[in-house]
């Protein structure tokens, strides 16, 4: 019977104890679960991209990655499923277990029963807006007309955090989000933004202003303005008063993208 998982954990320590009795195994464990955690987040998109899907502080990842500080569960948890790898690979190197993986293991033993076709129930269809988000100077949002559909899997929504309901897509128009959102890069937009509360600080938007469609990080301040953020050093920051707080409306955040090259 499997243990749980904090017993198993508690067993790694205790194993790696015997060859390392100067530390206990603490700095080598957590020097494995780091070498890891790059290698998946290397995959995954970079440190920036995976720390915004998990809801993980960027810092916090970067001490985890450098082996600065020891990995919490809950936050290692929310890293494993940003990457798309099991929690049990990231923190012991057992197997992966991606659906991908997990089909192709099937494949080579040669047993057809075990692979699972998609239906067309698994897909949810999110409109891509004519209208491209300006990541520079601003774009005026000539037209909202519906360019396309695309289909992706409602499971991996889900796990990302994503109603597909309220969900869209954009095309970035600049190069003032690089090397986070580069030009022409399609923006999966999260549009279930009710509330100034449910805004995340330092998250990427896209936004409305007086007419214009822009793609920013934003910053909230003590005063209650708000910075609007490039990515691109290039680009200077702009901040918005709070009485000038009404000529903005935030669409929603990037939670992805995805780019031909």
């Known amino acids: 019977m499997r243990k749980p998982l904090m017993q198993q954990w508690n067993l790694k320590v205790r194993i790696v104890e015997l060859d390392h009795d100067d530390n206990f195994g603490v700095e080598s464990l957590k020097s494995e679960i780091a070498a890891r955690l790059r290698e998946a987040i ?8 995976v720390a915004q899907r998990a809801g993980v502080p960027i810092g916090t990842v970067n001490n985890y990655v450098r082996a600065v500080s020891e990995p919490k569960a809950a936050a290692l948890g929310a890293l494993a499923r940003a990457c798309g790898v099991s929690l049990d690979w990231l923190v012991f190197n057992g197997e992966r277990t991606t659906q991908a993986q997990v089909q192709l293991q099937a494949l080579e033993r040669q047993e057809p029963d075990a692979l699972v076709s998609p239906t067309r129930e698994d897909f949810a269809f999110l ?9 520079g100077n601003g774009k005026l949002a000539v037209s909202e007309d519906i360019a396309d559909m695309l289909a992706f899997r409602r499971d991996w929504l889900r796990r990302i955090g994503i109603n597909p309901a309220t969900a869209f897509m954009l095309a970035a128009d600049g190069d003032s989000m690089e090397p986070t959102i580069p030009d022409g890069a399609l923006m999966l937009v999260d549009g279930s933004i009710r509330e100034p509360r449910d805004i995340k600080n330092g998250a990427i938007y896209v936004i ?3 007419g214009t469609v822009i793609v ?3 910053q909230f301040r003590i005063d209650d303005s708000v910075v609007l953020i490039s990515d691109n050093p290039v680009y200077e920051r702009e ?3 709070r009485q000038d707080m009404n000529d903005l409306h935030i669409a929603g955040r990037v939670v992805w993208i995805g780019r031909t090259i």
Not at 42 to 49: K, L, S, V, Y
């Open 127 to 135: 409109p891509r807006y004519e209208v491209r988000a300006a990541a």
């Open 239 to 241: 901040t918005i008063s």
């Open 42 to 49: 290397r995959a995954a998109g970079g440190n920036q991209a």
């Open 216 to 218: 920013k990080r934003v």
């Open 208 to 210: 409305i202003r007086s």
